[in-house]
């Protein structure tokens, strides 16, 4: 009955009077009216970096007196981004006004519209209200509730990939080094597999090397090594592309190449693979979740000899807890990354390293085992 009458034009027309009778300009809040509750409706599972996410929030003034939504002394919503370590990310806050003046115990609803962080990362959203001297007012008072929510911020859905989709959708036969990789043009796609062979080869790869390649795409590196190894030396690629495997089959025809489609945890291969000197993982694991990337790691070393070592590139961030991202690109946090190796039983050294983003980094690390 009671919600019936305030719904009602009469009602609304007295609120209106009576909050431009009541309303001051305000006045800084002494701490112990520092005291409201704010609510996320909404918390988004999940966000897209650079995008900007709809936040439906309810707040709530908890004090004895009222807050006033204009002027100096106005109380705000300061809505900012932290990082998982709860410090503050280098994007400006947002400071939104409330819709109108607040008597003590009324709640009010509203949408604020926040930009996202535009990188990947683990972050925390905090939104909080504050007065003109910015000290939020959880700060201020201990019974002040603030929304303090972790959010993973992954890439935007748009360059996420799905490989099975990509190789069953792609020609091979004509555009089988542009499906893999960001190459701008074919010479590129080749200066690079002659760049890593020259860099394997620095690790000591020999003509008679037996390289296991995991996620070895359409042959970047067979190509690279099928007039490098001898007949003693052996490939065995694998990939979970069905159609990237079937091109290496036909287009790779030594009899010491060997190429069968794998599952996303598991190596295709038994004892006709065992004692790799190298497995390979090349733009890999950029693409794995770290759950996977450890499985495979551990497959790995299954098939490697005890000196054998793998060569992976990864993308790091500090702004990432574990791992953060998406199967178009995945980063994980540097320091858990050599945790899991080392758990693995791999000893790790840093043999590249280049800017990935203003936060993140790509290197490439050749893990030995201990
Ligand atoms: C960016 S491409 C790189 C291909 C190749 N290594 C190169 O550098 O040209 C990533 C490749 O990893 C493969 N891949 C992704 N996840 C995989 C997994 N769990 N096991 C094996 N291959 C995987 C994809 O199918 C794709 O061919």
């Not at 790790?348 to 790509?362: D, L, T």
């Amino acid at each position: 009955m009671m919600q019936v009458m305030k719904s009602t034009a009469a009602w609304k027309f007295v609120r209106a009077i009576k909050r431009s009778v009541l309303s001051t300009t305000g006045e800084v809040l002494p701490a112990n009216e520092c005291r409201g509750e704010v609510v996320l409706l909404n918390p988004p599972p999940c966000l897209e970096a650079g995008s900007r996410c709809q936040l439906n929030l309810k707040v709530q003034n908890r004090s004895g007196v009222q807050w006033v939504a204009k002027g100096d002394h106005a109380v705000r919503l300061r809505c900012r981004w932290l990082t998982f370590q709860n410090e503050p990310f280098d994007a400006e806050p947002t400071f939104s006004t409330l819709p109108r003046t607040l008597f003590p115990g009324e709640p009010q609803s509203l949408t604020l519209k926040l930009p996202t962080p535009d990188v990947v990362g683990d972050f925390i959203l905090d939104i909080d209200f504050v007065q003109r001297d910015d000290t939020p007012f959880s700060d201020a008072h201990s019974e002040s509730k603030a929304v303090r929510l972790p959010v993973p911020v992954i890439g935007p859905r748009t360059t996420d990939i799905d490989y099975h989709e990509v190789f069953r959708t792609a020609n091979l036969d004509d555009n089988h080094w542009w499906v893999v990789g960001a190459y701008h043009s074919k010479e590129q796609y080749e200066r690079s597999s002659r760049e890593r062979l020259e860099m394997l080869v620095k690790q000591g790869l020999t003509p008679n090397s037996r390289v296991l390649d995991i996620g070895c795409g359409t042959g970047q590196m067979a190509s690279a090594m099928k007039d490098y190894l001898s007949d003693t030396g052996a490939f065995f690629g694998t990939d979970i592309g069905k159609e990237a495997i079937e091109f290496c089959q036909r287009t790779f025809r030594r009899k010491n190449f060997a190429f069968r489609q794998g599952g996303m945890t598991t190596v295709p291969f038994d004892t006709s693979a065992v004692g790799c000197d190298f497995a390979i993982f090349f733009s890999v694991f950029t693409h794995t979740f770290l759950d996977e990337t450890a499985l495979l790691m551990s497959e790995a070393r299954r098939l490697l000899k005890p000196s054998g070592v793998i060569i992976a590139d990864l993308i790091t961030s500090p702004l990432v807890e574990r791992a953060a991202g998406h199967r178009g690109e995945m980063v994980v946090n540097k320091e858990r990354f050599l945790e899991l190796a080392a758990m693995l039983g791999y000893r790790a050294e840093i043999i590249g390293q280049w800017p990935w983003n203003r936060h993140a980094e790509r290197f490439m690390f050749k893990l030995s085992q201990r």
